[in-house]
């Protein structure tokens, strides 16, 4: 069997890369297995050195690394060196916090001496996505890895470069051999890896659909999951809004990636009272992106990873169109040579429940307005999903606008005047059908250890 990389600017096959067998793949997990024995006694210190080593080898690596992501998933250079430079603060971070984090906790009970402590569990899998192919693998490697864990990568299969070129950095920054590796296998072998008795956990990032299969291989087996899933993220733009920078911060999230992030604004609720002026201000910002080629330093939104991912988007807003809803802005193929799986900045308008995009998370560069009719009804409408990732609300009070952050919006993050973003300093990830666990911050670095309780 073999996996291609695959140009999504022109469909050329970039290389072919060979899969694992079954004898290499169990070999590789029994070799991660070796590797925890020696490195979960590893100081702090130890694996602090090797992870500032890792973010001192991201930076020198930027351009090799930006342009494999750019051929590979069609990634502009500028947000490649951003996400580069994403993944060198978290190594930092946990290079500089985790012993901190992980520090026995002391607790006063009829014991002569009794305290938490928390130890790593073993071999891990991460089942990881291609839209942020090094961020999302590295939000997992910096604290599993401080944390004294070993990783097995499970990367999405277009983007097999940038997944063994984590591999090799990380073995040029010291980490011991085994200690992190990539598999080269399809989804259908993930089963596999999950029911290998040496596998005590697997964290994914995907699909809601991809969650729920690997939860129900994992709980069938009692081992610990962490999913960050879908999301179809509202944002709130209520009458005292400031609308330029509302129309300027959303069209900014709903363009990230090209619109292929979970956290990118999907859904853009908007209080009747200034949806005219909203709707004008955003279609203007939303028309000035320079679409092309992801390795013109000058390129702003380049092509989605794949053209059959085009071309599911592309039916989701017909779907949206027939049921009644009205294009204001794109919603077509671009006609351009070369033009493989681009599509153009989109804006539906009179999106209502039932129709697609109100329902289902769209993954591209497309935004469904819905009217409200006040603050209140907004509120409803952004909580009416299955989903539950991230959440934004625009209002000039401050105040009202924490509150409903805090009190009324249903999400895991949750912003006042801001796109949705991850931050290696705060926990990240979503409830409902948007996942459970979270990564980052210090909660992050506690999902996959054993806390345990010591009692004399």
Not at 64 to 86: C, F, N, R
Not at 237 to 256: F, G, K, N, W
Not at 424 to 440: A, D, M, N, T
Not at 441 to 448: A, L, M, R
Request: proline content about 4%.
């Amino acid at each position: 069997m073999a996996m291609q990389s695959i140009n999504p600017v022109n469909g050329k096959i970039i290389r072919t890369y060979k899969e694992d067998t079954q004898k290499a793949l169990v070999q590789k997990i029994e070799s991660a297995e070796k590797a925890w024995q020696r490195w979960r006694t590893t100081s702090y210190e130890k694996r602090a050195q090797h992870l500032l080593k890792a973010a001192s080898l991201l930076r020198q690596q930027e351009n090799e690394l930006v342009k494999l992501m750019a051929l590979e998933m069609g990634k502009p250079l500028k947000d490649g060196a951003a996400e580069i430079e994403k993944c060198a603060l978290a190594c930092e971070y946990y290079a500089k916090n985790g012993a901190a984090f992980l520090k026995d906790e002391v607790i006063k009970t009829d014991a002569r001496k009794s305290f938490v402590t928390f130890q790593p569990i073993g071999v891990v899998l991460a089942v990881m996505p291609w839209n942020f192919p090094y961020w999302q693998c590295f939000r997992f490697i910096a604290p599993a890895l401080m944390a004294g864990n070993v990783g097995l990568l499970k990367h999405a299969s277009n983007v097999p470069g940038c997944a063994l070129s984590i591999e090799q950095l990380l073995l040029k920054a010291g980490f011991p051999k085994g200690v992190f590796q990539t598999l080269l296998i399809g989804s259908k072998t993930v089963n596999k890896v999950i029911a290998h008795p040496l596998v005590k956990a697997v964290t994914l990032t995907g699909s809601t659909e991809a969650g729920m299969r690997v939860a129900e291989q994992a709980g069938a087996l009692i081992k610990k999951t962490v999913l960050e899933l879908g999301g179809s993220d509202p944002y709130v733009i209520l009458e005292d809004a400031d609308l330029e920078q509302a129309a300027t911060v959303c069209a900014e999230s709903r363009l990230i990636n090209n619109g292929q992030s979970c956290i990118a604004a999907k859904r853009f609720i908007v209080v009747k009272k200034v949806e005219k002026e909203f709707v004008r201000l955003f279609k203007e910002k939303m028309s000035h992106k320079k679409l092309g080629d992801p390795l013109d330093a000058q390129t702003e939104l380049g092509p989605m990873s794949r053209a059959d991912l085009r071309d599911q988007l592309h039916r989701q807003v017909l779907e949206n169109i027939k049921a009644g809803a009205t294009c204001i802005l794109g919603g077509a193929i671009p006609g351009f040579k070369g033009a493989h799986a681009f599509y153009t900045p989109t804006i539906l308008t009179g999106i209502k429940k039932g129709m697609t995009g109100y329902e289902e998370e769209l993954f591209g560069p497309v935004a469904c307005v819905i009217t409200a009719r006040n603050e209140a009804h907004a509120i409803a409408i952004a909580n009416d999903t299955v989903f539950g990732l991230g959440a934004a609300v625009f209002t000039k009070d401050i105040a009202k606008g924490e509150r409903i952050a805090r009190e009324a919006l249903q999400a895991g993050s949750c912003f006042v005047n801001g796109l949705v973003k991850s931050d290696p300093r705060v926990p990240f990830g979503g409830i409902k059908q948007s996942g459970y666990g979270r990564e980052l911050g210090s909660f992050g670095i506690k999902e996959f250890v054993n806390i345990k309780t010591v009692w004399r």
